[in-house]
């Protein structure tokens, strides 16, 4: 295989020899335990385009005191805040109740934390409070972004609820569907005068959105008729994304070390949109052809070299799904990117491929290279894989690790009130927030799929 990178940070290349670059084809037909929850909450979601428009966030508070023995989940955010110093203080009565916090607030994927501190509120608006939550999972795009909440619900709680702020059921065939009094088909009416953050479904705009409501999620939209597919999909009249071979495989490969304590997806247009991305190398050409001091000539002559040297990479192969998550095993922090193939050669292309651009990417956004950003962050520990499944998809999974800090140490790194001294370890999930934050700023050209010869095309046009 041809391999021109310039190897521009040696330490984390060295890094990368030592824990090895694992490309390895290893069966993986068996359900994780795992997995077992994320796939739950996608047998809820149609395997339909409207689904698939945005980034699929999913958070799981519970698995936090699974994945961090010791950390005491909070119930009251009103009662959490009046705490003590001496109470939080480790060895106080409430110093598990502060690390559960502070691992909440950097491993969480939840669209809801801005309204946290109206969330003993909620119990008035829809009958529980966001720390009864068990699971969040949103899809979709807005206005019409879908949300479900996972808990073992008081239904007589959260009827009685919806009723006293005009929500009725509409008596729907496929299960409780309640409505407000404008009725089903006009949830995404906005109404700024009856904005209510204590109202999770859309209450921040002053929808009144449908809810279809169980025994153990209440699921919402603004859109009835993604409600109604959501309610297909349950009955067994749609596909769920939990059926498709794609999520089952990329999601059972990254789910064998420990508890998922959030996942972001991302599929169809997103996933397009990340992989057409122009950005590999090319930082130095961008600030050439834009400075006004060049003549013509001079960028003509720098733009030919630039082709000629700077754009000679070995091209990552399109992918059909892109996974990040973070987990937990009892040692180690650990953040998975998983991409999917639909056989092994193009897998085991990306397990090369993508160790190499982890060091050598030059970001458009901060203009420093993605290794160094990795280094800073501990993220030494970082290998790539090959599963697959028999007859199925094949998954390139990069797996980045970093020391898992006891709570102390936890809360010690995540105090921004004091100096923390140097410790060997970094604040859960510091790789994970890396890559979203790449993501949100489209700084993902080392994730591009463009060949040199397109890649030319599109900078010469």
Request: glycine fraction near 6%.
């Amino acid at each position: 295989m041809k391999r021109n990178i310039r190897l521009i940070l040696p330490l984390l290349l060295v890094c990368l020899l030592l824990n090895g670059v694992l490309i390895h084809a290893q069966d993986n037909t068996d359900d994780s335990p795992y997995a077992k929850p994320l796939l739950e909450m996608l047998a809820l979601v149609p395997d339909i385009p409207d689904s698939l428009t945005d980034f699929i966030y999913y958070t799981d508070q519970s698995a936090i005191a699974l994945a961090y023995p010791g950390a005491q989940p909070i119930t009251s955010f009103r009662d959490f805040r009046d705490r003590s110093e001496d109470e939080q203080a480790p060895g106080g009565a409430y110093f598990e109740e502060l690390a559960w916090w502070r691992i909440f607030m950097n491993t969480s994927n939840s669209l809801l934390q801005q309204y946290l501190s109206e969330s003993d509120e909620w119990a008035e608006s829809v009958g529980f409070t966001y720390f009864d939550l068990n699971r969040e999972l949103y899809y979709g795009a807005p206005p019409g972004q879908s949300m479900i909440l996972q808990s073992n619900f008081d239904l007589d709680s959260v009827r009685e609820a919806f009723t006293n702020n005009g929500y009725s059921d509409a008596n729907a065939p496929d299960g409780e569907l309640w409505c407000g009094e404008i009725g089903c088909e006009n949830g995404n009416e906005v109404n700024p005068i009856e904005r209510d953050v204590t109202n999770p479904f859309g209450g921040h705009l002053g929808r009144q959105q449908p809810r279809v409501i169980t025994d153990n999620y209440i699921m919402s939209s603004p859109v009835l008729p993604l409600v109604q597919a959501h309610q297909d999909t349950v009955n067994g009249e749609r596909e769920s994304l939990a059926q498709n071979p794609d999520y089952i495989a990329a999601i059972n490969a990254i789910g064998q070390e420990g508890p998922l304590l959030r996942a972001t997806i991302l599929d169809d247009e997103v996933l397009l949109g990340v992989a057409a991305d122009p950005g590999l190398n090319i930082l130095a050409l961008f600030d050439a052809v834009q400075s006004p001091s060049m003549t013509p000539e001079e960028r003509d002559a720098l733009l030919e070299r630039l082709f000629n040297d700077g754009l000679d990479f070995e091209p990552l192969p399109l992918y059909d799904l892109m996974l990040f998550a973070d987990t937990a095993t009892g040692e180690q922090h650990v953040t998975y990117m998983a991409l999917v193939y639909q056989n092994v050669e193009d897998a085991e292309i990306a397990a090369e491929v993508i160790p190499e651009r982890l060091n050598t990417y030059n970001s458009m956004r901060t203009r420093r290279l993605f290794g160094e950003m990795l280094e800073e962050r501990l993220q030494n520990d970082i290998t790539t894989s090959v599963v697959t499944t028999e007859d199925g998809p094949a998954v390139m999974v990069l797996r980045m690790g970093t020391p898992q800090g006891t709570l102390e140490e936890i809360v010690m790194r995540t105090d921004l009130t004091t100096n923390s001294p140097e410790m060997d370890i970094t604040f859960p999930g510091a790789g994970f927030r890396l890559f979203m934050d790449m993501l949100f700023s489209r700084d993902t050209g080392w994730l591009s799929v463009l060949t040199p010869e397109a890649l030319q095309e599109q900078l010469e046009d």
